[in-house]
């Protein structure tokens, strides 16, 4: 009966919509996303997979080699998350050995939650698993903000709900600021501090825009990503355990 | 303009279609009639035109499958199983187009070591007929994009970036056109804002331009060279809660696109969204996710007929799996 009905309707539906010839016009769209896994296509192209073969090879045989063990697997989040601070802790500490003893020795490390672009596994860590998480090539900056430019930096880290950050902890109530300690000391609003971040924070990138009024930028001449191979390669233990301190309270 | 009345009848069809389900009863649209919209089935072959428009976006260097240790897309993605998707695809339609709408770069070591010549040989062997430019593909600066460039035989339809003081100056187009049978295609590229996204050491006196009175001017044009369809492939994300210009705010202040194929949000949609248009016309915005997970898949039809009074979109049948 269905079928019946179904035709006289199509039928009529042709008859009344037989018009003139005209030109070609768009007359109807149907849009889907096709699924590219398993049950879509069970055979890989062998061409491409030829073509990618000796890449995938290479890449294997230079990345794909273990450098270290984490104890678990390590997550962004905001405000505070672990894989935020073991990041900013390996850079921090392996930037503040190299400027021991210099004039722009870093206080403390702000880097962009953007930045962080995959978790670090738990058990074995590759070093493709570090380009993973920091794939961009970005050094490693040291930007002397002063008070004014500190504060822009507490609301920034207010506004955007958190950032990585190391040897810093910072409490907002719901309207302000309530307190800041960098290293064991209280901030000071009258001092300058050295920061450490990324060129590409300190060139103003995801609108940290406080960084553009620094007076002196000091470049550390190491990519981000290589300053954490540094750390692994100093650590004896090759273990990687992360901080799970909360440095951005929100009371 | 050619097909104005293009999809602009809507409400009228809905209410048709709806007493058409009553009749229909339990059985769905989709068992009974495959792909093909209803109207077109009381239609010969020789009647209509059909134009399959793939596209990817944002697929950030993913040449392998996702590992299967991934907890979101584990075993999923990879240009081989793209590609062979594509393949059968073409076999089995006469017009196909394939896009891509940025950040092809950056996500995967392939990128760190080889700086994105793989991504875009691959691209060329499953046939891109263009992509446009993410924030991502500068992130080996000017330089790095144009020491890859001889590994596309695709142009990069860039229409709103300015590169006439950079070295990349005559090396992508504003925008390029595809005749499929009868039917022609104009398609452009619109870039997202740079500053504030990319280090400015990375795109250098690249003057970005606004999307939407660029996105106008190119669609205006292509119309009036006899275009049946066109198509901006947009980095300029999905939607925003802010006032920054996405794909929805320029649909929604255009006048003669037809399709954004977008990306940049990595939006997943379980269909095309529909938006009208300054002149009362409906317009597609699409994303497939990223990362390769999903290829997009909308299939124009064409009719020297007058079916409109029973025509309408049709973006609600989802078929995940072919």
Not at chain 1, 113 to 132: E, F
Not at chain 1, 234 to 246: F, M, P, T
């Amino acid at each position: 009966m269905y079928s019946k009905l179904l035709t006289a309707l199509i039928i009529s539906a042709f008859v009344t919509s037989c018009g003139q010839e005209k030109e070609w016009k768009l007359n109807n769209a149907i849009g889907n996303y096709l699924q590219v896994d398993f049950s879509n296509a069970i055979v890989q192209d062998s061409a491409i997979l030829a073509e990618i073969a000796p890449f995938k090879q290479h890449l294997d045989s230079s990345m794909n080699i273990v450098i270290a063990q984490s104890e678990k697997e390590y997550f962004k989040k905001k405000p505070n998350g672990s894989l935020n601070n073991i990041v900013c802790d390996m850079v921090f500490d392996v930037i503040t050995k190299r400027f021991d003893k210099s004039p722009y020795k870093p206080d403390l490390c702000l880097l962009n939650y953007g930045g962080l672009r995959r978790p670090l596994p738990k058990g074995d860590i590759m070093i493709s698993d570090i380009y993973q998480l920091m794939p961009f090539q970005n050094e490693s900056v040291i930007c002397q903000l002063s008070g004014k430019q500190m504060n822009e930096m507490f609301q920034y880290l207010k506004k955007s709900n958190g950032q990585p950050i190391a040897n810093m902890l910072i409490t907002f109530t719901k309207d302000q600021l309530k307190s800041v300690t960098i290293g064991k000391l209280p901030y000071d609003s009258t001092k300058t501090y050295n920061v450490l971040t990324s060129d590409y924070t300190a060139k103003g990138g995801d609108k940290m825009n406080f960084f553009l009024k620094a007076d002196t930028m000091v470049l550390c001449g190491s990519l981000l990503r290589d300053d954490m191979f540094t750390y692994i390669y100093n650590q004896k233990d090759k273990k990687l355990v992360a901080s799970d301190e909360k440095r951005i309270i929100f009371e | 303009m050619k097909n104005e009345s293009f999809l602009n009848k809507g409400n009228t069809i809905m209410q048709d279609r709806r007493s058409f389900f009553k009749i229909l009863g339990g059985l769905s649209l989709a068992a009974a009639f495959g792909n093909i919209p209803m109207q077109l089935l009381a239609a010969k072959a020789e009647d209509y035109i059909k134009i399959s428009v793939l596209s990817t976006n944002d697929v950030h260097s993913r040449i392998d499958p996702f590992p299967n240790t991934d907890k979101r897309n584990p075993g999923m993605a990879g240009f081989a199983r793209r590609a062979a998707i594509i393949k059968n695809i073409r076999k089995k339609e006469d017009h196909v187009l394939l896009f891509d709408a940025g950040d092809i770069f950056q996500g995967t070591p392939y990128f760190n070591l080889y700086g994105g010549e793989l991504e875009l040989k691959l691209m060329s062997e499953m046939g891109y007929d263009a992509a446009t430019m993410g924030n991502h593909d500068f992130d080996n600066g000017l330089e790095g994009f144009k020491k890859q460039l001889p590994h596309a035989n695709f142009p990069f339809l860039t229409s709103n970036y300015d590169f006439s003081n950079t070295i990349l100056s005559d090396q992508t187009q504003k925008w390029t056109t595809f005749q499929k049978g009868p039917i022609k295609i104009g398609v452009f590229g619109l870039g997202v804002k740079l500053e504030g996204l990319v280090s400015k050491n990375n795109y250098q006196e690249t003057i970005y331009q606004d999307p939407i009175l660029i996105g106008n001017k190119m669609a205006d044009k292509l119309r009036a060279q006899g275009c049946h369809l066109i198509i901006a492939i947009s980095h300029l994300g999905h939607s925003y809660k802010n006032k920054n210009v996405s794909d929805l705010v320029l649909a929604k202040e255009s006048h003669n696109i037809d399709l954004i194929i977008g990306g940049h949000t990595h939006t997943f949609l379980d269909q095309p969204d529909e938006i009208i248009n300054k002149n009362g016309n409906k317009v597609l915005v699409s994303q497939s996710g990223w990362g390769g997970i999903l290829l997009g898949k909308i299939d124009f039809y064409f009719s020297k007929k007058d079916f409109s009074k029973i025509s309408s979109i049709n973006t609600k049948i989802k078929v995940k799996n072919q």
